[in-house]
């Protein structure tokens, strides 16, 4: 008879698996045997829990993107003006467990398993505008809503921008410069946008 709650440590473990072999990588060219091995399981049981690899990528980016989120909704408890609830969503972006290099390979391989799979899409899109939303939430109070919007694209683009750099350079970004980075971005922003 299988232990209560197996399941749930099996399927972590697989997720968990999944990330470090994609990262391992640098992409989602990975094999379910590959990640079961990691999470010492058998790939029968890898099967078993998600169905099929695609299902287990999906999974992780789920695992990732709840991380990002319940990062961004603590650091929000705390921010009591609009420039702090987008500093709050850039400190998210660059946290150390967010900005490790497993987890950025696992990102960008999930920007390339978008163009192949409608959930992967699903899950980006929903990530992006909700990224937008709060981005733009937060600047139209700071500036017009024309470069509200133009702002939010800009400091999503840096997101990216940085996390592909920290995936293909040998000397990536330390998370605090990366952040640095991006905040002195929104400064200039805002700057433009009191001069308007």
Not at 173 to 190: E, G, H, I, S, T
Request: net charge positive; with cysteine.
């Amino acid at each position: 008879m299988p232990k209560i709650g197996m399941e749930l440590v099996r399927r972590e473990a697989l997720i968990s698996a999944a990330i470090a072999e994609i990262g391992a990588a640098g992409s989602v060219d990975v094999t379910v045997s590959r990640i079961a091995r990691r999470a010492g399981v058998s790939s029968a049981l890898a099967h078993h829990y998600f169905g099929s690899k695609e299902q287990i990528i999906i999974a992780a980016m789920r695992h990732i993107l709840d991380a990002f989120g319940q990062s961004v909704k603590q650091r929000y408890a705390e921010a009591g003006t609009p420039r702090a609830r987008i500093e709050a969503v850039i400190a998210s972006c660059f946290e150390p467990e967010q900005f490790d290099k497993a987890i950025v390979s696992a990102w960008l391989a999930f920007y390339v398993e978008a163009n192949r799979s409608r959930d992967a899409a699903r899950l980006l899109r929903v990530y992006a505008r909700r990224l937008d939303s709060n981005l733009v939430h937060a600047l139209r109070s700071l500036m017009p809503i024309a470069l509200a919007r133009q702002t939010s694209q800009g400091l999503a683009s840096m997101i990216d921008g940085l996390y592909i750099r920290a995936a293909l350079q040998e000397r990536a970004p330390r998370p605090k410069d990366a952040a640095a980075l991006v905040v002195d971005y929104l400064d200039k922003a805002l700057a433009k946008g009191n001069c308007t």
